[in-house]
């Protein structure tokens, strides 16, 4: 059995100016980083962006601007034991950046866990999730039902970054301990029987 403590991915999806998702993802990895069985890396895809143009199927990128962008991201995500994607919600779905994030990679999401923290005005991003849910199912990872959502995300925070409703953090303990037992459970399934998707 492996006790080492768990790689956790969190990917900020948000790529707009003022983005309170800089503050929304500090609070989460501020969370994992109490925590003595979690290490956090948080991939900001602003400052990690990835190429926009797909190679044809099956061949590697053309470029060695694209190949150094990968470079900068796929070998965390494939570190990871499990990810906590923080997306904000654009039209009732989840950022371009973020899909383009997902679909530049495949086995780094293999039987993984994924945990949501999402923000918005009234649906608190709860759309952009229920699609997300979706497309990391065709990628083989196993999304956790339970998740932190905040509605008028402006109005959540103080200006250190904490959250103003007392109910928030022990949500997200009850979403990281369930996120922590999934990827200890599939950590150790894939030590014994690799997963083939």
């Known amino acids: 059995m492996n006790d080492s403590p768990l790689k956790v991915a ?25 925590r ?20 044809v199927l099956g061949e590697p990128p053309a470029s060695q601007e694209a190949r150094d962008l990968l470079a900068a991201v796929s070998p965390r995500m494939a570190a990871a034991d499990a990810f906590v994607i923080v997306t904000p919600e654009y039209n009732h779905s989840f950022p371009a950046a973020l899909k383009n994030a997902i ?31 979706l497309v990391l199912a065709e ?10 959502g905040f509605q008028r995300v402006w109005e959540q925070f103080d200006g250190e970054g904490r959250t103003l409703d007392p109910a928030v953090e022990p949500a997200a303990k009850v979403m990281l301990d369930r996120l922590a037992w999934w990827a200890h459970a599939l950590r150790e399934a894939k030590a014994v029987r690799p997963y083939a998707a």
Do not use: C
Not at 12 to 32: E, K, Y
């Open 10 to 34: 969190v990917i900020l999806g948000s790529t707009r100016d003022g983005r309170l998702g800089t503050v929304v993802s500090n609070w989460i990895v501020g969370l994992l980083d109490q």
């Open 36 to 55: 003595g069985d979690m290490e956090a890396d948080l991939i900001d895809l602003v400052e990690t962006p990835l190429p926009t143009i797909f190679p």
């Open 103 to 133: 679909d530049w990679h495949g086995p780094e999401w293999h039987a993984k866990p994924v945990a949501f923290v999402s923000y918005g005005a009234f649906s608190a991003g709860l759309r952009a999730v229920e699609q997300l849910r």
């Open 139 to 148: 990628l083989h990872a196993v999304t956790i039902r339970d998740g932190v």
